[in-house]
């Protein structure tokens, strides 16, 4: 009998144990001092879903602003209509895809070709030729045009240069005449994102400082407040984004200087440096001159190193490509020591224009400079999942090292809801990262 009190004993305070532990509560769902019913996503490439070197269906249905819609409708969002290609053209712009690797490691990558949603090719006097997509008629909330610039938001004719946001518009290139700031904006909206900013800087980057300008900060700060103005001139809230760290991302930090110089000696171990064109002083006015590249200046994934040591004809005869001071690497394959300080300063500019004004507005900010190299600088683990800014490997970045992969979106789309909830008081959960993939091995 005294064995069975001591088990009754024992179980009564098991059950008392029990009926004392802490209940774990997962907030409701509110849109708080928000309203989604109306979201719109105004922005360049990311938004829009672009990866692996092209816009195509598959990415466009992980894009950032759709996820988190998928979000906002559990706290009273309303729909979200994109401007997706059609499944028979569902390769859209074409894109990159890995097959496989070489013997070195190196990754054999090729473009899809197939089922593209090309209508033509059109010539525009004084800007070159501008390729067309099939047209999209329907609603849109997704605004996302890759490759537009702030400094391009007023431009009338760009409607007729960019076949992306072309191909939103109901008129045929070169006939339009709407601004893309007119265009988002005609329709009424409740809630909005805003990611532009990126291209006025990364463009110049990614052609090497050759191809493109710096967008002027003093006109970049005007034309945000422009934009920042109308699209809060409703009462309407929102969330924005500074410009990520672009000479962070593995597009430019895959190929470096020193694995060139290492695969050279191995046939020549006489070959100290290899030399580049770089610019003398971080400024825009700046000239250009031959040296020694050293690790501060950035090799652009788009070089093949397979061009250094092939002959070129100078004035003293054929002599290596890369090897010598009269046969330097071309500028547009490197972003040097002093192109990547002009383009750090202008992005500084650039976020401090982003937070300034987004304050004068009350709206919620999404750090993307300090989230991006963050990772950049600690990798991060998240839903069980690792992600680094490795390329291919790091699971963040699409095969062109420039945009997400469809894991990439997911994380993004996560920190832009945890800066919405924070600023409205919303309790919009999260997308489990876990769903999604990073670039797809054969």
């Known amino acids: 009998m005294k064995f069975l009190k001591q088990h009754l004993y024992i179980i009564a305070g098991l059950l008392a144990l029990g009926a004392c532990k802490p209940e774990i509560k997962t ?39 759709n996820l988190i819609a998928n979000q906002m409708k559990l706290v009273g969002g309303g729909p979200f209509s994109q401007p997706l290609f059609s499944t ?15 013997a070195d490691g190196t990754p054999i990558i090729k473009q899809v070709t197939t089922n593209l949603a090309i209508r033509g090719v ?33 431009y009338a004719p760009y409607g007729n240069l960019n076949g992306y946001f072309e191909r939103m518009l109901p008129g045929n290139s070169p006939t339009n005449s709407t601004t893309y700031l007119d265009f988002v904006t005609a329709k009424p909206f409740t809630f909005f994102s805003s990611w532009l900013g990126d291209n006025d800087a990364l463009s110049y980057a990614t052609s090497g400082g050759a191809g493109d300008v ?11 407040q422009v934009l920042i103005a109308r699209l809060t001139a409703g009462g309407q809230k929102g969330v924005v984004a500074t410009v990520p760290d672009v000479t962070s991302i593995p597009y430019f930090n895959t190929v470096t200087v020193g694995a060139i110089v290492a695969g050279v000696q191995k046939a020549n171990p006489a070959v100290t ?6 610019l003398t002083s971080a400024s825009t006015t700046g000239t250009y001159a031959p040296r020694i590249a050293t690790a501060k200046d950035l090799i652009l994934l788009s070089f093949s190193t397979a061009k250094i040591g092939q002959p070129v004809t100078t004035q003293l005869g054929p002599l290596p490509y890369g090897l010598t001071p009269l046969t330097p690497i071309d500028n547009q394959y490197v972003l040097d020591q002093n192109e990547v300080a002009l383009t750090e300063a202008y992005v500084s500019s650039y976020n401090q224009t982003i937070k300034t004004v987004a304050a004068t507005y009350g709206l919620a900010v999404f750090d993307a400079f300090a989230y991006l190299n963050q990772i950049k600088a600690n990798g991060i683990a998240v839903n069980g999942v690792n992600l680094t800014s490795n390329y291919i490997s790091g699971g963040l970045f699409s095969l062109d090292g420039v945009h997400l992969t469809p894991q990439g979106y ?33």
């Open 27 to 65: 907030p409701q769902p509110s849109r708080g001092s928000a309203d989604f019913s109306r979201f719109i996503a105004v922005g360049n490439s990311l938004t829009a879903g672009y990866a692996d070197g092209g816009l195509y269906l598959a990415g466009q249905q992980v894009s950032f602003p």
């Open 88 to 102: 028979d053209q569902a390769n859209g712009s074409g894109y990159l895809t890995l097959t496989g690797f070489n």
């Open 122 to 154: 059109v010539t525009i006097p004084g800007f070159g030729n501008a390729t067309l997509y099939t047209k999209y008629t329907g609603d849109i909330n997704n605004y996302g045009v890759p490759g537009i610039k702030l400094q391009q938001i007023l």
């Open 214 to 224: 710096l967008t002027d900060k003093a006109q970049f700060n005007q034309l945000y």
């Open 273 to 278: 440096g290899i030399y580049i064109n770089a």
């Open 410 to 442: 997911a994380f993004i789309s996560n920190g832009i809801i945890s800066v919405i909830n924070a600023k409205y008081g919303s309790s919009i959960p999260f997308v489990n990262v876990a769903n999604y993939t990073g670039v797809k091995f054969p």
